[in-house]
């Protein structure tokens, strides 16, 4: 597995918040399969924000990590509620 820059984690989770919307159009026409993957990649991007929290040293970095992170569990959690079948 690669690990993923601090610069990587921010641009990765502003993707997933923009792409969204148009899994909101894929669910309208029955896309299940992007949503799917959609998904997944929200569940790598946790994985891989949890990963980093552990490994990195600075403080304040952690704290940016972290507030990612907690972004991105609403924007999981409200994804899986209105995504799903």
């Given at each position: 597995m690669h690990d993923?820059?601090?610069?990587?984690?921010?641009?990765?989770?502003?993707?997933?918040?923009?792409?969204?919307?148009w899994m909101l159009l894929a669910k309208k026409?029955?896309?299940q399969l992007k949503i799917d993957a959609y998904l997944d990649g929200l569940k790598k991007l946790e994985f891989h924000l949890n990963d980093k929290i552990l490994k990195i040293k600075s403080e304040?970095?952690?704290?940016?990590?972290?507030?990612?992170?907690?972004?991105?569990?609403?924007?999981?959690s409200f994804a899986h509620k209105n995504l799903k079948k």
């Open positions: 993923v820059t601090f610069l990587g984690l921010h641009k990765w989770t502003e993707k997933m918040f923009e792409i969204f919307g026409y029955k896309h304040n970095k952690k704290d940016d990590l972290i507030i990612l992170l907690d972004h991105v569990k609403i924007l999981s």
